[in-house]
Every structure is written in C-alpha cells, then in structure tokens.
C-alpha cells in the first residue's frame, strides 16, 4: 500500500512539473515578443541616454603647502565638494573668484594626501582631482582654486606669521656671523703681531671659528631660500587636458536600460497573463 502511494505520489509530481514547465513555455511563446520589444527598447534608451549625457573629463592637481598640513587643505576641498553638491555656484565663484559659469562646468572635486596614493612616498603634498564637462576650463579652474586655497583668512594669518619667523632668524644668524667675522679679524691681527711667542697670551682655535661660519651660513642660505618660496601653495603639477572622458560609459548603460527594458517587459507580460486568467 505504501509502495503504491509513494509511486501515486512520484507520478503527481512529475506531471505538476510538466504542466509547470509546459505553461512556461506556452508564457515565453505568447509573451516573449513582448519581453524581447521592452528589451530592445531598453537598449536604445540606454544608447540614447548615452548620446545626451554632457561628458565629463578628470584631471589631477598636485600641490604642497610649507604652512598648513595636508590634512587642513583637504578639508577645506571637502568643504568645497559640499557646497558644489547643493550646486551652490555663486558661493565657489566667489571663493575661486572666477566666472560662475566655469563652476556650472564642474561635476566633482575631492582631495586626497600623496602619502596614501600607492607605492612609496616620493613628496609631501595633497592631491586634487575633478570632473569637469569642458577640459578647456582646466587652467581658469587651477588658478581658482589655488586662489581660494591662498586667500583663506587663517592661511593668511599664518603666511605672516611664518614670513616674520623666518625674517627675524635671517637677521638673528647674520648679526651672529658679523660678529663672529669681526671676532676671527681681530684676532688673526692679534696673533700677527704678537707672533708665536711663548707670551703671547690666549691662543684661539681660529679652525673652529671657520666651522662655526660655515654652520651658519649654510643655516642662513636655507632661511633665505625658504622666504624665497615662502607661498601658501606650491604647485608641483598642473590640471592635465585629457581628450578621453571617464563618464559616462556605453557598455554600461547600454546594459543597463537592457536590463531594465527587460525587466520591464517582464512586468507587463505577467500582467496581461493575469488579467488573461482572471477574465
């Protein structure tokens, strides 16, 4: 008896998967046009969209700053990346100040420290990169950013206060070396005169006084060099004009609208068959 249910049992089954897999069929068969139609639709819209999509172009700034850290002028972009978000043109305008419309022509920006980038650290800097629809905006849009980067209150305050550091040690290490250069003058006059006799008074190592010179003007020639370049921003590479864009991608949305074409003809072909089985 059991046998005979459980062989009732396999027979049931095997004709509901047949009769499952004979109206899936039969739905592919009535439907499948409809399916493939949306699908095909999809594609193009995908196409379509791609042919209207304004292309966007990225590029990459490197710049160091001897006054702020890196970690302060990325927040300041972040910052910028926000206001461009809520589209807040007229604000960036103002703070690059450039023409309002050269911002309307960037889609991204963000910033990044070079001692995260990969491989090993060569400089010290930050990294810039943005997405622009014109690459011809690049060199306008780099002088507004290193405009809004130097003009901010903060930076300014510290340019001053480093470009007064900087003066006094010039002017503290040349009084030491005119003193030092007067010292080593009188006393080499002084040995002179006296010569080599046994009382001859306080013999000086004039070989350490040439040391001590030498120690200071090499700490003088990096104080000047260092006021020579003293700026908030120094560019260690510009906004490169590429010609291939990064966005948006045909293969990526030609398989996108294909999907959701289908996905679409789907929806439609199992409405029509339920409103075919309900009437």
């Not at 209150?153 to 003193?179: N, P």
Request: aromatic content about 10%.
């Amino acid at each position: 008896m059991d046998d005979d249910r459980r062989i009732v049992s396999g027979n049931t089954d095997e004709v509901d998967l047949g009769i499952l897999l004979r109206n899936i069929i039969g739905f592919f068969k009535k439907y499948g046009g409809v399916i493939f139609l949306f699908s095909i639709i999809g594609l193009f819209a995908g196409g379509a969209f791609f042919m209207v999509t304004p292309r966007e172009y990225p590029s990459k700034l490197i710049a160091h700053s001897s006054i702020v850290t890196n970690l302060e002028q990325i927040k300041i972009i972040e910052e910028w990346r926000t206001a461009l978000i809520k589209r807040e043109t007229e604000v960036l305008a103002r703070v690059f100040n450039i023409d309002p419309q050269i911002v309307e022509k960037v889609t991204d920006i963000t910033a990044s420290d070079v001692q995260n980038t990969p491989g090993p650290p060569l400089i010290n800097g930050f990294i810039v990169d943005v997405l622009v629809k014109d690459p011809s905006i690049l060199d306008t849009l780099q002088k507004g950013i290193i405009y809004g980067l130097e003009n901010n209150e903060y930076i300014k305050a510290r340019l001053t206060l480093r470009r007064s550091e900087v003066k006094y040690m010039i002017q503290s290490i040349s009084d030491q070396i005119q003193k030092l250069d007067s010292s080593s003058y009188f006393i080499q006059k002084g040995q002179a005169a006296k010569g080599a006799s046994a009382n001859g008074g306080v013999i000086v190592d004039i070989s350490e006084l040439n040391s001590q010179m030498i120690t200071l003007n090499e700490k003088l020639l990096l104080y000047k060099r260092e006021l020579q370049f003293l700026n908030p921003i120094q560019v260690l590479q510009s906004f490169e004009k590429f010609k291939n864009p990064v966005k948006p991608r045909l293969k990526v949305l030609l398989f996108s609208g294909l999907l959701a074409g289908t996905f679409l003809g789907f929806a439609v072909a199992f409405i029509l068959y339920i409103r075919k089985k309900i009437l």
